[in-house]
């Protein structure tokens, strides 16, 4: 009896061995199927310390001009915060027209400036795509990692993250119901959440962060994003409110030149400032602050506009580092003294600065050019702005006035089709999409128009009618652009007769 022992107890090892091997198999089967081989060879990799977790950041500015001077000068600032915070250049990839910073207006040429007292925060920045490359189909092609469409475009790199890896997306810009603005055109928001679900599904990312400035931003996923996807959205504004600039200078009421956003500036200001805002504690707080943390004193700092969350709240829990990374330096070269940062507490309201830039205003996105009362030497540009902002309203109105007269049930309801949708269901997109198209190849372009963004949403209202009604699409469309049309000869006829 004693002699067998031994190899009961070496069948007992094998046993348990075997057992364990075919747990092992078992559950490397089912994860090759969940999330495919390739990717399950990286999770082994990173298990055994020969992988780490990236992060990817994306950095957008949406306009273009001088006018708009103050999204450069956002992306530029959140690109040397993002270097300064141990994100490596390779990883972070900038969209910017590029033309304010030698712009002939610009008085501080090859510079730009975030703030009233602040530093220079262009030089250095390295832009991938900028130009005529600053699109909506190029935006999503480097958001999706597809390198092939941006082959000979700019530096031709993309996010090319991977099921571990965590990105952050910066956009600022001009915006509306639905619509992020690019300069020759927009970017729906069912074209960007059908863009973030098919990143989800092809697991390219572990999580993903967006920040969004621009008006109405919250519009983009009210209702759209999904709060299991392992994305978390954070907007400048609600859906049906406008996003604020700041620092504005200029002569009068009507500024010349706003230098930053009111929500941009917060956020990014926060991490430039860690040091002097929160001296006693800094390293601690760098370490254990979340995302959702981070939200919050946003939220509370903002004052002109509600910044709101949407998405997948479990992404909150992690650690903000993860996203925009954490600085090794308690002081920034680009941090401003406490005295310098400014309160927002008041609508409008106007604080005097003796620095290299003089004056601090607030005001809305797209109300530039409106305070005409007070200037009696309007400059070319803001003539130009008058006469076309007529056109467009004479033509939203002519057009909206036609189209109703031939829906049943619709006469009498102009005021309601007027004001922003509460909520915006995806399948209203694509004739949203369609009708403001086919405004921008007959009449006038919308997007190289940024008024216009004060206008379209009543198409959406319009599109959102008529689906809910009997009217068939294909007939709605024809009706349209049947109207779009007329519109069209008498604008001729009016000229030729002028």
Known sequence: ?????????????????????????????????????????????????CANKQTWVFLVAGSKGWDNYRHQADVSHAYQTLLKNGIPVNRIIVMMTDDVAFDPKNPYRG???NHPNGSDVYQGV????????????????????????????????????????????YFVGHGTSGILAFPENYLYADELNNALESMYSDHKFNSMLLYVESCRSGSLFDGILSESNKIFAVTAAGPRESSWSIYCIGEDEIPDVCLGDEFSCTWIEDQTNLGILYPSHVNELVEKRTVLNHF??????????????????????NKLSAYIGKSSEVF????????????????????????????????????????NGKNNTMKPSFIYNSNMRKIMDRTFKTILQSVIKQLPGFIGHIDELKEFPNNLPLNVFPCYRQTLDHITTNCFSLPKNIYSLNEVHIFFNLCTRVIDSEWKSEEFYNMFEQVVHNEVRTAEIEVVGG
Request: proline content about 3%.
């Open 1 to 49: 009896m004693l002699n067998n022992n031994p190899f009961k107890r070496k069948s007992v090892w094998i046993y348990c061995l075997l057992s364990i091997l075919c747990v092992l198999v078992i559950f490397a089967i089912v994860m090759v199927i969940i999330v495919g081989p390739t990717n399950f060879i990286d999770e082994c990799l990173e298990l055994f310390a």
């Open 332 to 371: 920034s070269k680009y941090s401003y003294q406490n005295n310098d940062i400014p309160s927002f507490n008041k609508h409008n309201g106007t604080n005097m600065f003796s620095y290299k830039f003089s004056k601090n205003t607030y005001k809305p996105y797209q109300t530039k050019g409106q305070h």
């Open 126 to 169: 390295q832009v991938d795509y900028k130009g005529e490359d600053v699109n909506s189909e190029h935006f999503l092609n480097v958001l999706n990692g597809n390198k092939a469409a941006m082959i000979n475009l700019g530096s031709g790199r993309v996010i090319e993250s991977n099921h571990r890896d965590n990105i952050f997306v």
């Open 296 to 317: 919050n004193y946003i939220r509370t700092s903002v004052k002109l506009s509600n910044v709101m969350p949407y998405g997948d709240f479990s992404v909150g829990q």
């Open 111 to 113: 510079e730009l400036f």
